[in-house]
């Protein structure tokens, strides 16, 4: 079979994408329709730049989203097919199996495997890991940011001194110390993870009380619903046979200690930060007059910092939440850059990069299009970020 | 500030100094078929089965060195191999970081002291011209987008400084590399590593890693002198200026640049620990071999007395870039320094 020329390739690769390109059709029709119902995320797509970066991210989020279920990639990411070693891309299979595409449509790793379909499930780790890293960050930030901004005293000292402390130290000497299969012998990680998934649960425990402590009824049908399963999902988390932390009955899944390694440092990493915004937006807020009113009234001061100047303190912490989702999805890139904690042969962008980067002077086809995707899912993120913020200063 | 590079040291001694990381290093050191009783009995005569403080305080230099005698003489922590206990007994007691013992690196077999030197040298010298090439960039740019907001100017401007923010040092340099260096695409402007760099830096060899650490940060003090030139251009005594019919370079140039630099100074002198990052993995891709580097080689091959050297020096870079720039806060913005 012959090769495939330049526009061939391209042409393929748009195709590949149709089901990607059917839903961020649907997505955007949908929303300019109904644009004016939809708070700030209508008022998104009033801006360009905003929708160019919305756009970028629901790109990847349906890529990641697709592949998962077996999709978009044209190969298994991790199969190593004869002949197919550094080729260009385009380069046709010698023989290709029943019902596979024939060919490697951005040819092939120095192990033989197909880049394009890696760099598609780069994406679902990337969509897997990063959003829910960056929410954790924000449930420890939150949970111990509001009482120190708000109360003030030795608790904020204290606070703040770790989390400066924490800042001090320099990511990757960081993540070098934490993120190796001796500390994962030690049970750290696990530790680590016991105490920063447990403020989740916290926060929501709080948070609910704090709202119907007078209707104790209410109060404890809310509690059970919510506390019951997170806790369930918590423990099988945290738990895992044959480690340090396995004495829990009811593990209904394992996650891989890679995988759990580096979803702790990352979160490790983030919460410092976002616990300073916090801090800082509680500070501010506690000075108006609602938060006079709600004291007044006699409401606990749990209830002040959660129902009062939480919500108040949405816009920046939204736009904090977009930005920070790009430098996590960098931090893992980074992670995989160094070859720490996912396995070798895992498809995400850094690893990718990294084994790439290794020939880069003679083929450039393995390094690119995961330097290229990872590029342009922070840049959309970044905008995402840049549009809201003009939006929601706008009213 | 102490106190935070205390704590900083003992949490890094504590996590190079876990059962797993020594009982590496031991089958290093000794044989890698070493049973548990052999590991155990080479750790304990190396005095690194102390209890922590003990080990910490040892290391730091304010506890005195272990020492162990056997029958064919004594080691200790401040003793070079096996000597009678005569001559032991005239080895300084106290040996570690204070008394400037740094201790031997595994990797290298040099002291640590020395490597940490020549490294920092080579360092230093990316760093400077990374500052020389961020810093009045990143000011032009965001001078020049924060002087009209929402101009054409702005606009283009901006999206460059959210582009380069976007793009960690791994994807930019292996960009530049795949099109300035690479035989495929047929420019080869400049050469893909910098180990030549180390000796005799030249264009050629030491600008795309300079320049790739300098766009990463470049965007974000861009974005900063942005935000602030724009408030200041907003202000009542520019207003005031335009109207007496003063010249609007003149405006930018004598009245707003003063005044709009004060948040990009703090800015940019906290962007140092970034920037170390940023050299960690420059310093890989070109094959450099710097401080960043040797990071690397110490954490990926158990290195403990290298990687507490390199973590006590990172840390306090950073620690003093914050003091400076609390400093320079102060003496730069009057009205701080008055109340």
């Known amino acids: 079979m012959e090769p495939l020329g330049f526009g061939d390739i391209v042409i393929r690769i748009l195709a590949q994408f149709l089901p990607v390109w059917i839903s961020l059709v649907v997505l955007f029709v949908l929303s300019f329709a109904y644009k004016r119902r939809l708070g700030l995320y209508g008022k998104l797509f009033d801006s360009p730049i905003g929708m160019v970066g919305f756009a970028l991210v629901m790109f990847w989020v349906f890529t990641g989203i697709y592949a998962g279920f077996d999709m978009i990639a044209t190969h298994d990411p991790l199969a190593q097919l004869s002949g197919m070693k550094n080729k260009l891309p385009g380069t046709p299979l010698s023989d290709a199996p029943d019902g596979v595409l024939p060919w490697y449509l951005l040819g092939g790793d120095n192990l033989a495997r197909d880049v394009f379909s890696r760099m598609v499930h780069g994406a679902t780790i990337v969509i897997a890991i990063a959003p829910l890293a960056t929410l954790f960050a924000f449930m420890v930030g939150i949970t111990l940011g509001l009482p120190a901004g708000y109360y003030g005293g030795r608790l904020d000292t204290f606070l703040s001194f770790l989390a400066n402390l924490i800042l001090a130290f320099p990511v990757i000497l960081l993540f070098y110390l934490l993120v190796t299969p001796e500390i994962v012998l030690t049970g750290l990680p696990q530790f680590m993870a016991a105490v920063l998934f447990f403020f989740p649960l916290i926060f929501f425990a709080v948070l609910i009380h704090s709202r119907y402590r007078t209707q104790p009824k209410k109060d404890w049908t809310w509690l059970t619903i919510v506390l019951v399963p997170l806790f369930l999902f918590y423990a099988a988390a945290i738990n895992m046979r044959g480690s340090k932390i396995g004495f829990w009955p009811l593990d209904f899944f394992d996650i891989p200690p890679g995988i759990l390694v580096v979803f702790v440092a990352v979160v490790f990493v983030n919460s410092p930060t976002v616990f300073r915004i916090v801090r800082g937006l509680t500070m501010d807020i506690k000075t108006r007059d609602y938060v006079a009113a709600a004291q007044t009234r006699g409401e606990t001061p749990w209830y002040i910092m959660l129902w009062e100047i939480l919500p108040n303190a949405r816009g920046p912490l939204i736009v904090d939440f977009c930005l920070r989702i790009g430098y996590t999805t960098i931090l893992l890139g980074t992670l995989g850059f160094f070859g720490l904690g996912l396995p070798p042969e895992s498809p995400d962008w850094g690893s990718t990069i990294n084994e790439g980067r290794k020939l880069l002077s003679i083929y450039l086809h393995p390094a690119l299009p995961p330097a290229l995707a990872l590029l342009s899912l922070v840049l959309g993120l970044n905008l995402l970020a840049d549009g809201l913020r003009e939006e929601s200063l706008r009213d | ?339």
């Open chain 2, 1 to 339: 500030m102490i106190v935070t590079a205390i704590c900083l040291t003992f949490v890094v001694f504590f996590l190079t100094n876990l059962y797993p990381n020594l009982e590496k290093l031991a089958k290093t050191q000794g044989n890698f078929r070493m049973s548990d009783e052999a590991v155990e009995s080479w750790l304990n005569k190396e005095g690194y089965l102390q209890p922590l403080p003990i080990k910490y305080g040892q290391w730091l230099g304010v506890l005195p060195g272990w020492t162990h005698e056997t029958d064919a003489g004594v080691t200790g922590r401040c003793i070079a191999g096996t000597k009678p206990a005569e001559v032991a007994a005239e080895a300084p007691r106290f040996c570690g970081l204070l008394q400037g013992d740094w201790g031997m690196s595994t990797v290298f077999r040099e002291p640590v002291s020395d490597i940490i030197a020549t490294r920092l040298a080579l360092t230093g010298k990316l760093m400077f011209w990374v500052m020389v090439l961020m810093v009045p960039m990143a000011l032009l740019i965001g001078v020049l987008a924060g002087m009209r907001e929402g101009s054409a100017t702005d606009r283009t401007l901006s999206t460059f400084s959210i582009l380069t923010t976007a793009t960690p040092e791994y994807v930019s340099g292996v960009i530049f590399i795949a099109v300035f260096t690479s035989s495929t695409v047929g420019l080869k402007w400049f050469k893909g590593t910098a180990t030549s760099a180390m000796e005799d830096a030249n264009f050629d060899n030491f600008f795309l890693p300079v320049l790739t650490i300098a766009l990463y940060g470049m965007g974000y003090i861009a974005r900063m002198t942005r935000a602030s030139m724009t408030e200041v251009m907003t202000a009542q005594y520019i207003r005031t200026a335009r109207l007496k019919g003063v010249k609007f370079s003149n405006i930018v140039i004598k009245h707003a640049l003063r005044n709009a630099l004060i948040a990009p100074f703090t800015v940019i002198l906290l962007q140092v620990p970034w920037l170390l990052n940023g050299v960690v993995i420059v310093e890989t891709l070109f094959n450099y071999k710097g401080f960043g580097w040797t990071l690397v080689q110490a954490a990926g091959n158990n290195d403990i007395e290298l990687l507490l050297a390199v973590s006590v020096v990172s840390v306090v870079v950073v620690l003093l870039t914050q003091l400076i720039s609390d400093i320079g806060y102060v003496f730069l913005n009057p009205r701080i320094r008055i109340s």
